[in-house]
């Protein structure tokens, strides 16, 4: 073997390690560079950031898209501008914010934080990932995208739009199973820059928002294409199943009464679990009152969720006064022009502003 034959296989192993590293800063560099010059730098929980602010929109946008968040997160910062001004608030004050936004569980778990941040944390944010991640609703990803944009503190995240762009870069599984979850977790530290953090946290997520999308993603633009497994391949692929959900049939009776309507809370551990409906009807249950109205209306509809439609009647009974009647059911008469001090669903309020 030759002098220049055996040096070549020396160091051919050390280039191909060194060539990995280069790889690896690549993907997170050219996110970066990405997202100073195309990202989303005009979203409004971009602006003003605080861990506070990062926290309202971190939750909002969990399992919900950017452009129906907006709107709701304006409503909200401008209500409770920061984590004082939260303080005071009821669930019933941050449920009524959360109307029409869905996943209710989502504003329950912000009441809850909040109130462990005034009694624990001296209505201060924590700045650590241990305490972070330990409050309610907040899980690995969300509390890395807290320390990454708020605190400038590196660390991985693997929302929706990040899984897809690591499984695609990689060409990897992305099932949703815990082992391939694992994986890509593994994937989202190696490739996390201990620079510009916050340019790459908010790049990567843009990216999969933007660009690296679920069924027709935009290789020809993506600044990764180069370099990914997958470039150029996802964009012919077909959906060729589409998920049919359920259908829950709900019979509702509401009683009004002038300018006062008769609600219950549902306490069911459910959809709209907390929120104000009208009294739910169920097969051969009796109304808990006198039905002695003086005018009927029948109203249907279908309101879709993510999990399942409901086929919604309400049939809705006029009173010529307010009556009162026993009920294990948590209720109350709500005078119209106050609904919007308290928590109900999209379809039941927009039912009733139009009455």
């Not at 990897?172 to 490739?191: C, T, Y």
């Not at 002695?292 to 309101?303: G, P, Q, R, T």
Request: charged share 25%; hydrophobic share 35%.
């Amino acid at each position: 073997m030759n002098l220049i034959k055996a040096v070549r296989l020396l160091i051919k192993p050390n280039f191909m390690k060194n060539d990995l590293k280069q790889a690896d800063s690549l993907f997170s560099r050219k996110i970066i560079s990405w997202y100073e010059i195309g990202g989303r730098s005009d979203l409004p929980w971009r602006k003003n950031i605080t861990a506070y602010r990062v926290w309202i929109s971190e939750i909002m946008l969990q399992q919900t898209q950017v452009k129906t968040v907006i709107p709701f997160y304006k409503k909200f910062i401008k209500r409770y501008p920061s984590l004082k001004s939260l303080s005071e608030a009821t669930e019933e004050d941050v449920l009524a914010l959360w109307t029409g936004l869905g996943f209710y569980r989502r504003a329950k778990n912000i009441f809850k934080t909040k109130e462990i941040l005034k009694n624990d944390f001296k209505n201060r944010f924590p700045k650590s990932f241990k305490d972070i991640v330990s409050l309610p609703g907040i899980g690995n990803s969300t509390a890395g995208a807290i320390m990454s944009i708020a605190y400038r503190i590196p660390q991985p995240i693997l929302d929706a739009n990040v899984k897809r762009t690591l499984s695609r870069f990689e060409s990897i599984q992305n099932d949703s199973s815990s082992s391939a979850d694992k994986i890509l977790w593994q994937f989202s530290s190696k490739h996390t820059p201990q620079n510009k953090i916050f340019e790459y946290t908010q790049g990567i997520m843009d990216l999969g928002a933007t660009v690296c999308t679920p069924s027709s993603p935009s290789c020809d633009i993506c600044p990764l294409s180069k370099l990914c497994k997958s470039a150029f391949r996802v964009s012919k692929e077909k959906i060729t199943r589409k998920k049919i959900n359920p259908t829950r049939k709900i019979n509702f009776v509401l009683a009004i009464n002038k300018k006062s309507l008769l609600l219950f809370k549902k306490q069911e551990e459910t959809f709209w679990e907390s929120l104000w409906t009208p009294y739910e009807l169920e097969t051969g249950d009796k109304l808990p009152w006198n039905d002695s109205y003086k005018n009927k209306e029948e109203i249907n509809l279908i309101h879709k969720l993510s999990h399942l439609n409901l086929d919604i009647n309400i049939t809705i009974l006029y009173f010529d006064k307010k009556f009162h009647f026993k009920s294990n059911k948590e209720h109350k008469w709500i005078e119209i022009t106050d609904i919007d001090k308290y928590g109900l669903p999209k379809p039941i309020k927009s039912i009733i502003t139009n009455l």
